[in-house]
């Protein structure tokens, strides 16, 4: 019963008696070649036994070869002691056509005696059904020492019984990593080939064994590609101190392609590696190196996919050539000043790149205190050799400031300059000659002497002073000998007590000695303080003449004996000086009440003159300019007696972003029509205003708005609050055409419709009912998506050729408004509406459109005004911006135009707040009254609800307010020169100039910044972080820092302005501070930043460090500035720097461009040359546009970040405003700054140089 049943005649059937065969011998069945496009299933029987009980007599193998591949390794086998039966195996075979298998059956002996047999092999027609298969198999390719993974798709469930592999042909097998489902019937399997070497390329399949037999995969291709690695090093081509150029001479490889990436890797010999760049070309240069220095130098590539990366090539060795040595260091320049010589010393550079040869040391006169001085010639050059770190420099002019540039050499040239700048100190002035003490005329208690003027040394003459000194017995030297004259002042009063030889009897300002004057000491006068007492004749006298200059923290005396006087031979009745001066208190009460009288009259006279000079001005001057002054002049006063009725700021600079009374804004965007056009058409035909004024709310004189709005504030019984709510609220008209069933989608808000009276009735379109509708009031709603071809039916029906739209598209999440207009061409049924041209500035932007109508035989030209500084909640912080947006739309509409058409999103809030301040406008101008209430109330006639929120009402006041304060202050190009001419020309009667009263209005109208407005800045973590605590930005203009480093805020001194065409585009700033250096670079770095302007001097005594290296790089925490370049040219040194954060390198890096303006010495409230200034500007707009394409923004520092920083954002504000608009506005410009920070421009003579630079521009084209 041991041995098997001979088997069917017609089966397949093997069998091997292993009786006398040696071990290893082999037995195989080799079943015909099969070629299925589907997963089928082999049947096949199997016996084995030995001879005696536990005899192996050996193995049974199956093996599945695709196509003609090698045989490889079983998928099945079976040995063991004893199978006293026939078994059953199912193979389930995977094998997609084209390919084709064969099925070889193998025994082998194991030189044991048994019988080993297969038979009953049959190929079913049906799947294997208690042994999964498998789907399709695909192939893996992957760079050498990568994980290639295959995944195999099993048909079945998983089981705990079955065991998966990845069998490979030439023997590796790789386990089951993880499988997870593919739906109910099938799930992947998947498997990892780790660490891959070029051997293991080749055929894969997967196995599946089960209690039943074994499933088979097709095979699949496993690629192992070796990354390639030059087989020659890269080829040098050129060497330079701090470059070199190399060819990577690497089309010669080992491993594979294709190449997709190449990398140069360099380091110094027996260094670390310092850096790593990709290259596209087939030569590339190593730049910013250092000189003299060896390196060595590979090639990396890389092909596609993970790991791709081959070994760097064979390396290059090359050495740097000897170079320009490094600068100077900064900090180690040090002067010595004297009045007429400078002593230089320095330390030579830390990277000295060779051997110093020399030194080259050159010279410069920027400025002097003294205008007198012509600093032409006091220029020059000297060279010192290698040893010599020291020069003394002489001629040169008292109280001038110098600049010096420091370049040491090599035999390979000059290195890169230093600059610093020294001062010499001021000398005394020179007094004028006088051949004899005699004097000009001489009495028994005066003398009369001729005082000359002296000449300036350094620094002008600030005053001149008369000093009489008596001649006492005792034989000494005289004081002024002593005290090298006399710098200490003594009023004759205090002589007597502290027993002083001499005292000052006469200050006088250096205007008046421009040419020899008499003086007469003793004529019983004051002058600045000082009493001319008269001359006692019983005593003697020398008389002093000296010259004071004072500049730069230095005082210098220099002096003169004018006459002298002696005892008078007869004594008069005179009375003591000590006495009289007590009989001059007596008359003073008696002069005192004369005086008053006159004051009194000559006010009176004053007011009368200032009246009449108003009206003058009215006669003689634009229109904008006598606005404003005839509001100045009527305010003046009430704004100064009111600015303290209230516990809390109440001026019309009042804050608007918090919520009044208890209520808030409801969104207001809106479509609307203004009324400003009908208005001005309706005076022109009678001289009526637009709507009757009330009787309990009557119109306001412009002279009386400002105490008219202080009053409101402050009222606790009836103010705005009240007045309010005074308004009829909702519905007062019918609407029944809006609330028609197929007008209701034509509404944005259910509650914001038009009223039947007022609505704007469309022309019909035939066939279509109420197609006359569109939600717009000769008042009105923004376009919704169904409603845009309306929308242009109404512009076109109502020839309108101005559309302002006061909203955003989107606002806090929320889409306030859909675009109803195209970016190039669109067409909305019979309307075609193509975008010309948008033009971008900080708070709007202004599109134009050409229209056409099917069947209309015209153009139109129509411009969309979009005020885009409204913010999402509440109203502007200031009325500065949207007043002159709404200049800007009244000047640029046509006067033949139809109805401009205004919307926000509901057209209530915003909409009403623009028509009311365009019609308060007119009528300020017009009748000098405004009547906000009246014209509020006749707008909710027409419209509802229009000016949504109390909080919007007291807004219109306070831009109405601030309106007739500053009037409209654009001239025009081509008349700057004139009106600018006209506001310097002095009134006599009022001693002053309009350029002065504008000036006077712009500080008067600047809002005070309160405590609560820069909490942040005030934190007691941040105090160490500001130069000054009276200095400080206000929370809603700072730039928050976003770099982290370590425990350091967020803050920094800085505030966000807006220039006059992008948003945010300069960033205002004091100088660093030592602790603020590495917060200064983190802003640069945030706010990508391309331009630093510095606008002061590097000064440690006034801890202004040089927060920039020389040479190298610094690093400020996380942040890294690399020094790139310099150069110097006329008085800007202009230096560029790469910066970007270490920590995270995938950022990349920035370019910054630092001009260091040295045109504006420290003590000058302007710069010396508006042509050297004008240039800076001109400079930093170039860079600005060729590395940025104008996006960049500009950070602007002074010592303080305020009148220097301010005057250089209005100048280059006001440079845009003549480039794009052919205009200019210096106030606008100064005041838009001032909102964010009040010292801006903070000088008359800087306003004046924003005006006198705009000229400038001008004059060079």
């Known amino acids: 019963d041991s041995n098997p049943a001979v088997p069917d005649m017609y089966s397949a059937f093997m069998m091997v008696n292993t009786s006398g065969r040696f071990s290893g011998q082999k037995a195989q069945l080799l079943m015909p070649q099969l070629k299925e496009n589907d997963t089928h299933c082999l049947i096949f029987q199997y016996y084995v036994a030995g001879q005696r009980e536990g005899a192996n007599p050996g193995q049974l193998n199956v093996y599945v070869k695709e196509n003609n591949s090698p045989l490889g390794i079983p998928v099945w086998n079976a040995s063991g002691p004893a199978y006293p039966t026939w078994r059953q195996v199912e193979l389930a075979v995977s094998t997609f056509w084209p390919n084709f298998y064969q099925i070889v059956f193998e025994a082998v002996s194991t030189g044991q005696r048994g019988l080993l047999a297969i038979k009953d092999v049959t190929l079913q027609g049906h799947q294997c059904m208690s042994t999964p298969h498998f789907l399709h198999i695909k192939g893996v390719e992957v760079n050498a020492r990568q994980t290639a993974t295959f995944q195999c798709t099993v048909n079945g469930r998983p089981q705990d019984s079955h065991n998966l592999w990845l069998q490979g042909i030439g023997g590796r097998q790789a386990p089951m990593r993880e499988t997870r489902p593919v739906n109910s019937r099938r799930y992947i399997a998947t498997f990892d080939v780790e660490n891959t070497t070029k051997g293991d390329s080749g055929r894969y399949r997967c196995i599946v064994h089960s209690d039943k037999g074994v499933g088979v995969s097709s095979y699949a291709d496993l690629t192992v590609k070796q990354p390639p690695v030059p087989i020659a090093p890269p080829q040098l081509t050129a060497v330079g101190a701090t470059y070199l150029w190399i060819q990577l001479n690497a089309n010669s490889i080992n491993g594979d392609g294709p190449i997709v990436e190449r990398e140069v890797e360099y380091r110094t010999v027996a260094g670390s590696l310092i850096d790593n760049q990709p290259v596209d070309k087939t030569t590339h240069k190593i730049g910013h190196l250092d000189p003299d220095t060896e390196y060595e130098i590979s090639v990396l590539l890389t092909r596609p996919l993970d790991g791709g990366t081959g070994a760097p090539g064979p390396p290059l060795r090359a050495k740097t050539k000897c170079a320009v040595p490094g600068a100077v260091p900064l900090e180690s320049i040090q ?143 005289r004081v002024a000998e002593i005290l090298r004259c006399y710098p200490v002042p003594i009023h004759f009063q205090n002589a007597t007590v502290l027993n002083s030889q001499y005292y000052f009897t006469a200050e006088l300002p250096m205007g008046d000695i421009k040419t020899p004057v008499p003086f007469c000491i003793g004529d019983n006068r004051t002058y600045n303080g000082y009493w001319n007492a008269p001359l006692l004749p019983h005593k003697s006298y020398s008389i002093y003449y000296q010259a004071v200059s004072t500049a730069n923290g230095e005082t210098k005396i220099d002096c003169v004996r004018v006459a002298t006087k002696g005892t008078a031979t007869r004594k008069p009745d005179a009375v003591e000086p000590e006495k009289q001066t007590d009989h001059t208190v007596k008359i003073a009460g008696v002069i005192a009440g004369v005086l008053l009288f006159v004051i009194i009259f000559l006010g009176v006279v004053l007011v009368m003159k200032k009246r009449k000079l108003a009206k003058k001005r009215k006669e003689t001057m634009s229109s904008t300019r006598q606005e404003m002054t005839v509001m100045v002049n009527s305010m003046d006063k009430s704004y100064t007696e009111q600015g303290t009725n209230c516990d809390e700021a109440i001026s019309f600079m009042d804050t608007h972003s918090h919520t009044l009374n208890g209520r808030s804004e409801c969104p207001t965007p809106s479509l609307v029509q203004s009324h400003s056009h009908s208005y001005k058409k309706k005076r022109e035909v009678a001289d009526v205003p637009p709507y009757q004024t009330g009787q309990l709310h009557p119109a306001i004189r412009v002279a009386d708005l400002l105490q008219h709005i202080t009053q409101m504030k402050c009222a606790e019984g009836y103010g705005f609050k009240e007045e309010y709510e005074s308004f009829f609220e909702g519905q007062s008209a019918p609407w029944d055409s809006a609330k028609k069933d197929e007008n209701r989608m034509k509404n944005r808000y259910g509650n914001i419709i038009a009223y039947d009276h007022s609505r704007v009735r469309l022309q019909a379109i035939e066939g279509e009912q109420s197609s006359d509708y569109i939600n717009a009031n000769y008042v009105d709603v923004r376009p919704m998506q169904e409603t845009v071809y309306d929308f242009w039916r109404m512009v076109w029906h109502e020839n309108t050729a101005t559309i302002v739209m006061v909203t955003n598209l989107v606002e806090v999440g929320r889409v306030k408004c859909c675009k109803y207009w195209p970016d190039d061409t669109e067409i909305y049924r019979d309307m075609k509406v193509t975008l010309i041209e948008t033009q971008l500035l900080s708070e709007y932007v202004i599109r134009t459109f050409a229209v056409e109508k099917r069947g209309a035989h015209e153009i139109r030209e129509i411009r969309q005004f979009h005020f885009t500084g409204w913010p999402d909640h509440g109203v502007p912080y200031h009325a500065t911006g949207l007043l002159g947006f709404v200049r ?154 976003i770099t982290i480093d370590g425990e350091s805020s967020n803050y920094i001194n800085a505030a966000l302005m807006d220039s006059y065409k992008q948003p945010s585009a300069f960033i205002v700033t004091q100088h660093p501070l030592p602790n603020t250096v590495k917060d200064f670079w983190r802003l640069v770095l945030d706010y990508h930043c391309t331009s630093i302007v510095m606008l002061n001097d590097v000064d440690p005594a006034q801890l202004c460090p040089q927060y920039w290296p020389e040479n190298g790089v610094h690093r400020h925490g996380p942040i890294q500035v690399e020094f790139v370049s310099a150069d110097l040219e006329e008085d800007i040194i202009s230096r560029i720097f790469r910066i970007y954060n270490a920590a995270r390198p995938q950022d990349g890096y920035r370019m910054v461009q630092q001009f260091q303006f040295l045109g504006w010495p420290m003590y000058r409230d302007t710069p010396v040359s508006k042509r050297s200034f004008l240039k800076l500007i001109r400079q930093v707009d170039k860079w600005q546009e060729e590395y940025d394409g104008g996006e960049g923004r500009t950070v602007v520092h002074c010592l303080n970040g305020g009148g220097r920083s301010g005057t250089f954002c209005a100048i280059s504000i006001v440079c845009e405003m003549l480039r794009h608009q052919r205009s200019v506005d210096v106030f606008h410009a100064v005041k838009t700054l001032r909102n964010n920070k009040p010292n801006m421009v903070d000088l008359l003579d800087q306003y004046k140089f924003c005006y006198e630079v705009a000229l400038e521009y001008l004059n060079s084209g």
């Open 335 to 477: 002067g010595s000043t004297y009045e007429e010589k400078i002593a230089l010393r320095w330390r030579e550079p830390v990277q000295t790149y060779g051997i110093i040869k020399q030194y080259e040391i050159s010279y410069k006169a920027l400025s002097s205190f003294d205008t007198e001085f012509d600093l032409t010639n006091q220029s020059g050059k000297v060279f010192k050799f290698s040893n010599e770190t020291s020069h003394m420099f002489v001629g040169l002019y008292p109280g001038s400031t110098y600049s010096f540039t420091i370049r040491a050499s090599t035999v390979k040239g000059f290195g890169p300059p230093v600059i610093t700048q020294f001062t010499t100190k001021i000398s005394a002035p020179l007094m004028p000659g006088y051949d004899q003490e005699t004097p000009l005329n001489q009495t028994d208690s005066t003398v009369t002497v001729l005082l000359k003027p002296a000449q300036s040394r350094g620094a002008p003459v600030s005053k001149y002073q008369v000093v009489v000194e008596e001649e006492r017995p005792r034989r000494a030297r």
């Open 888 to 1041: 800007r739309v009244k000047s640029k509409t046509p006067a033949n135009a139809g109805p401009m058409v205004v919307h926000c999103s509901a057209g209530a809030g915003r909409t009403g707040c623009f028509i009311v301040i365009d019609i308060m406008l007119d009528m300020a101008e017009r009748e000098g009254v405004v009547d906000i209430y009246n014209c509020v109330r006749e707008l909710r006639s027409r419209r509802v609800n229009m000016v949504q929120t109390e909080e919007q009402y007291v807004f219109i006041h306070d831009a109405i307010l601030e309106a007739c304060l500053c009037g409209d202050t654009t001239i025009p190009a081509n008349q700057l020169r004139s009106v600018y001419y006209d506001m310097n020309r002095l009134d006599p009667q009022t001693n002053s100039s309009q350029i002065k009263e504008e000036f006077r209005t712009l500080n008067m109208v600047t809002p005070t910044l309160r405590v609560e407005d820069c909490s942040i800045a005030l934190l007691p973590r941040n105090h160490e972080k500001n130069r000054c605590m009276d200095v400080l930005p206000p929370d809603r203009c700072l730039p928050f820092l």
